[in-house]
């Protein structure tokens, strides 16, 4: 990617306060001007940056201001992070150190290296304590081990090797997990014995894992629920994996002093689980961990407000993914004070999944000039957020708007766009290209005398595609099949969900 293109969508992900503490005491200077007109700007390429940018400062250059101005918004949220962040405050505090001891003033140097080792040790953050205690070793013996004993000198190198040994537990842990997630992903959901056999090498070595981990680490916990509760998921023990699940939350709830502030990755955490309960339709289970959701309170604005944004989507996917328009309307009238009113503190995932669904929403009542309305932003501003696996999915989405309208010029060139990206891709959703044959066929050639028996024909391809775990990850979005057969068969939209 372009230095520039990053840079703007580096200015368009930053929230309000990131903003204001930028702009914070800054003069009028060639990089300020950069940031303004990125700011200002809803919709802009590099291009046009580099020409707006050169017309107000004439004797400047664009590509020298462009990677200060890139560095300069790192060093700035990277001091921000340190406030919020325990990770970023002790790598932090270990450079301080190496600084102090670079002026020869050892006494403070290891004294700091001492408060980040004792932090580290509280905070299970072995990468840091690991660093912090091969760094003493080598500053001790850059000085000649100055009044050490031997047996000390020992204990060190015992307390960097238990160290070693957790990250590669950990490692491994984390390796098995990986590993079980890319074979349901991939092979889906166990549905034999024969199957569930072919998952038995990661579980026995999870289990021997655990036996030999340290059964305290928050860590090796942490890990062991998210490997339960998908393995459980996996093999259709649904009871057991929301079991997991709860004792995943309880973890994170018990530990609070190892959160981030704020907690980026409880909510991750908490997301995940919300959507995996989606992923297997439990819709009913889903209450309690939205409730967690509401709990966490007292943290900045644009954190509360993509808190907000994902309580919003979670309390409305049970009833869109019903088909329940109406219903769906109604609480996005609830929330539409709280989230349209703070667009810029969302973050642009957050902004395009909000835009995607209130779009659908309009769709299942017919309303598509609404419709187009909720996607416009993105669709305009498509640079800002064609990195992310979602911009296809709201492309597609907006052909159906555009086939709604009778629009096929714009479709046919669309759809060509979409194509070319599609050959792209080693593996291509089936979905897309059925939708893509599909909406470039004129309305008139499919509802004809024929119509039944071109149903038929597709009919078992859909009733395929539904049950394809790979292709459920699309699905699980918006279910494309149901549009496809709410067309072929004249009924409305909500009566072609399957769930």
């Known amino acids: 990617m372009l230095k520039a293109d990053a840079l703007v969508l580096l200015v368009k992900s930053l929230s309000k306060t990131e903003k204001r503490v930028f702009r914070t005491n800054r003069k009028k200077t060639d990089y300020s001007v950069l940031f303004d007109i990125i700011d200002t700007e809803d919709n802009i390429s590099s291009q046009e940056l580099k020409v707006k940018f050169e017309a107000q400062r004439k004797n400047a250059n664009f590509n020298?201001?462009?990677?200060?101005?890139?560095?300069?918004?790192?060093?700035?949220?990277?001091?921000?992070?340190?406030?919020?962040?325990?990770?970023?405050?002790?790598?932090?505090?270990?450079?301080?150190?190496?600084?102090?001891?670079?002026?020869?003033?050892?006494?403070?140097?290891?004294?700091?290296?001492?408060?980040?080792?004792?932090e580290a040790g509280e905070r299970e953050n072995n990468y840091v304590l690991l660093y912090a205690l091969r760094l003493e070793l080598e500053w001790l013996l850059f000085i000649n081990l100055p009044d050490i004993s031997e047996t000390e000198l020992v204990n060190k190198h015992f307390q960097v090797n238990?160290?070693?040994?957790?990250?590669?537990?950990?490692?491994?842990?984390?390796?098995?997990?990986?590993?079980?997630?890319h074979r349901i992903i991939y092979k889906g959901n166990i549905r034999s014995q024969k199957q569930k056999e072919t998952l038995n090498d990661l579980v026995i070595s999870e289990m021997s894992m655990i036996m030999s981990s340290n059964p305290d680490s928050f860590e090796t916990k942490k890990l062991h629920q998210l490997f339960q509760s998908n393995y459980l998921i996996g093999v259709g023990d649904y009871k057991s994996a929301l079991q997991s699940f709860y004792e995943l939350n309880r973890l994170f709830e018990t530990n609070k002093h190892l959160w981030a502030n704020p907690p980026f990755y409880y909510l991750s955490v908490l997301e995940g689980i919300l959507d995996n309960l989606r992923s297997i339709k439990k819709y009913d289970r889903m209450p309690y961990f939205i409730e967690q959701l509401k709990k966490i309170q007292g943290f900045p604005s644009g954190f509360q407000t993509?808190?907000?944004?994902?309580?919003?989507?979670?309390?409305?996917?049970?009833?869109?993914?019903?088909?329940?328009?109406?219903?769906?309307?109604?609480?996005?009238?609830?929330?539409?004070?709280?989230?349209?009113?703070?667009?810029?503190?969302?973050?642009?995932?957050?902004?395009?999944?909000?835009?995607l669904y209130t779009s659908l929403i309009y769709i299942?009542?017919?309303?598509?000039?609404?419709?187009?309305?909720?996607?416009?932003?993105?669709?305009?501003?498509?640079?800002?957020?064609?990195?992310?696996?979602?911009?296809?999915?709201?492309?597609?989405?907006?052909?159906?708007?555009?086939?709604?309208?009778?629009?096929?010029?714009?479709?046919?060139?669309?759809?060509?766009?979409?194509?070319?990206?599609l050959s792209k891709t080693e593996k291509a959703y089936r979905v897309e290209r059925l939708m893509l044959n599909f909406l470039n066929k004129p309305k008139e050639k499919i509802f004809l005398v024929q119509r039944e028996k071109a149903w038929q024909k597709i009919e078992p391809e859909l009733a395929d595609l539904r049950n394809d775990v790979y292709e459920n990850q699309l699905l699980k979005l918006f279910d494309f099949t149901a549009w496809i057969e709410s067309q072929m068969c004249k009924i409305p939209l909500s009566d072609a969900f399957h769930y």
């Open 162 to 181: 238990e160290v070693l040994k957790n990250i590669r537990k950990i490692n491994e842990q984390s390796s098995l997990y990986e590993l079980l997630k």
């Open 306 to 355: 993509n808190v907000t944004a994902l309580i919003f989507l979670y309390e409305l996917f049970p009833l869109l993914d019903k088909g329940d328009f109406p219903a769906s309307k109604q609480l996005m009238e609830q929330y539409s004070e709280l989230l349209s009113g703070k667009p810029d503190d969302l973050s642009l995932t957050r902004q395009a999944e909000i835009s």
């Open 64 to 118: 020298v201001a462009v990677t200060y101005l890139y560095k300069l918004l790192l060093d700035t949220l990277l001091a921000l992070r340190e406030n919020q962040d325990s990770y970023y405050a002790l790598f932090n505090k270990v450079l301080k150190a190496r600084i102090l001891f670079e002026k020869s003033l050892f006494e403070d140097a290891f004294e700091m290296l001492d408060d980040v080792k004792r």
């Open 364 to 421: 299942g009542l017919q309303n598509f000039k609404a419709a187009q309305k909720a996607l416009m932003n993105v669709i305009i501003c498509g640079k800002s957020f064609y990195t992310f696996p979602l911009y296809r999915t709201i492309r597609l989405v907006n052909l159906i708007i555009q086939y709604q309208a009778g629009n096929f010029d714009i479709i046919r060139f669309e759809s060509r766009s979409i194509k070319r990206e």
